[in-house]
């Protein structure tokens, strides 16, 4: 195989911070517990922040190192920390009740894996191999994100799913190079600002449903249930 | 040649030795953190040293199975320490009449006999713990399949002494993800298949709760000795795999020459120190899992040990 040569330990270690990610992203559809998911969530984004750091090291792009700060600072720290405050004053029941079981999602998982591994590495075959082999895997990082949002009813676990798939964005976009500063500050910003939102709406359901089922949500439409 | 041979026994000499130090240290260890005192590091061996020279009781009922299966059980991890790679880098005299999926068998066969011993004697608690140890095992058995499959495609080889040289050189294999992932199902298929925290209470008294001591409870005497340190062996082994082929291929003599050979003593004896300093953290912060959970605690390592492959094929 032509790209095995420019394994170096650089490469490598870059790799073992996205497979990581990959990992952690799977602690996280194992967790049955919404404190213990947040802070799987932080875990996720401390790696990620790692993987960032890295990169910024080895693509000598300073820049990188502000990114890794913010997923550090607000991924890692402050969304957990809000959204554990926000289960504890709405008084939430701290289980968390799954579409289908945990081990079926897990194998549904591995499916996402193999198929983002299978689709990535082909397309992007003459393009830089860190970046190549990272998008792979962070696209496994966006399609398990996406797999938790579905399989979850709590609204909780699909904001951490959804914070978990913009960790494998942030994390493909950095594998590339010469992403501008510029944008990644918007984007980290848009996701504080989805936050935000994403918080009063479930302050809102909380308050006219009683609860952050989303199953909920179906009655008040007239739907089934 | 001779020497060979030589270092090769004195391999299995280190596991038969300081096995039952490995558990000492960890119940100290363990007592330690719950901020009590704890039996001396060198109770397992006086443990032993007592039940050799006590007499044995032996049910009229139990058949021949039941004598045996101590002895099968101690020869198991003694007959695996031959192959793998506990002091040298370079294979030794028998290192090729098994690979590691032989090692694996071997081990299930004491295991097995133990299992049938403990069905043998119409002990109602030995037939439950009989049963859920067989649980766990036909559930770390896809995990345990998948994980050495991967390794030996890695390697190009089922032979330990391969395997461990193709992670250290260069030290970039390291680092692979897939490697990552294949040590993180690994270390949970050794807390499944020792009895530790998260899947049973090694320590535990409660005979209902038991998952993999309640086989011998029904052994006295010598038989029981056999038993415990042949627990206390596997989990050595199994220990000694884990660091000296994947963990940690480093500090074991590269020559043939005595003094490195006894070098390398200190340095496993230290890595399996530090794995230990592990082990007591994983087991004094979790809580034992509900029976029906533990189908979901080797799933998630059976996933890893999947994505380990999948990362690997497409040659990442």
Redesign the interface.
């Known amino acids: ?1 032509p ?2 040569d420019t ?3 650089s ?3 870059a ?2 911070l ?3 990610l ?2 952690v992203s ?1 602690m996280m559809l ?1 967790q049955d517990r919404l404190t213990a998911l947040l802070h799987v969530l932080g875990l996720h984004a401390f790696v990620l922040a790692l993987s960032v750091a890295w990169q910024a090291h080895i693509q000598d792009a300073p820049h990188l190192y502000i990114t890794a700060g913010i997923a550090l600072a607000f991924k890692a720290i402050l969304i957990p920390y809000a959204l554990r405050r926000m289960v504890f004053q709405m008084g939430l029941h701290r289980e968390i009740e799954t579409v289908g079981g ?2 079926i999602t ?2 549904a ?2 499916a996402l ?2 198929l983002s ?2 689709v990535m ?1 082909p397309v992007t075959a003459h393009t830089d191999p860190v970046a190549r ?1 990272d998008i ?2 962070a696209l496994s990082v966006v399609l398990i994100g996406l797999l938790m949002m579905v399989t979850r009813r709590n609204a909780i676990s699909q904001v951490v799913g959804f914070m978990s798939l913009e960790n494998g964005i942030n994390l493909a976009a950095t594998g590339a190079r010469g992403m501008p500063l510029v944008v990644e500050i918007s984007v980290a910003f848009s996701i504080l600002i989805a936050f935000i939102v994403v918080g009063v709406f479930l302050f809102r359901i909380r308050e006219r449903f009683d609860t952050v089922d989303v199953g909920a949500l179906d009655r008040s439409r007239g739907g089934e249930k | 040649m001779l020497e060979r041979i030589l270092y090769n026994l004195l391999q299995v000499a280190i596991v038969v030795g300081f096995a039952p130090l490995a558990e000492g240290v960890t119940t100290r260890l363990k007592e330690i953190l719950q901020s009590k005192r704890g039996p001396s590091i060198f109770q397992p061996y006086r443990d032993l040293w007592k039940l050799l020279h006590k007499d044995e009781v032996v049910s009229d009922y139990a058949s021949w199975i039941f004598r045996t299966a101590p002895y099968v059980a101690f020869v198991a991890p003694v007959f695996v320490a031959l192959l793998i790679p506990v002091l040298t880098r370079y294979p030794l005299e028998f290192a090729f009449m098994g690979d590691m999926l032989g090692g694996g068998f071997i081990l299930a066969l004491g295991g097995f006999f133990t299992t049938l011993a403990a069905v043998d004697t119409g002990n109602p608690y030995g037939p439950m713990g009989a049963s859920r140890t067989r649980m766990v095992g036909f559930l770390a058995e896809p995990v345990f399949i998948v994980v050495f499959l991967t390794v030996s495609f890695v390697a190009g080889s089922t032979i330990p002494y391969i395997v461990q040289t193709h992670w250290s050189t ?12 294949l040590l ?1 199902a690994f270390l949970m298929l050794i807390l499944a298949e020792d009895g530790r925290i998260p899947v049973d209470n090694p320590s535990g008294l409660f005979e209902l709760a038991m998952i993999d001591r309640s086989k011998g409870l029904e052994y006295s005497g010598r038989s029981a000795a056999l038993i415990k340190w042949a627990g206390a062996m596997k989990f050595f082994v199994l220990i000694t795999i884990f660091l000296n082929v994947l963990v940690t291929p480093w500090g074991l003599a590269a020559t043939a020459a005595p003094i490195d050979v006894l070098v390398a003593i200190p340095c496993v004896l230290l890595k399996v120190f530090l794995f230990i300093l592990v082990l007591v953290y994983i087991e004094s912060s979790l809580a034992k899992l509900r029976l029906f959970r533990i ?2 605690f080797l ?2 390592a059976f ?2 040990s ?2 380990a492959m ?2 690997r094929l ?3």
């Open positions: 195989m790209w095995v394994h170096g330990l490469f490598d270690i790799h073992m996205a497979g990581l990959v990992l799977f194992y945990i081990g897990m194998l998982g591995i894996v193999a591994l299978e590495l082999e792979a895997l | 260069p030290i970039a294999n390291f680092f692979e993800p897939s490697h990552i992932l993180i189908t979901e799933g998630a996933v890893i999947v994505v999948i990362t497409s040659a990442i």
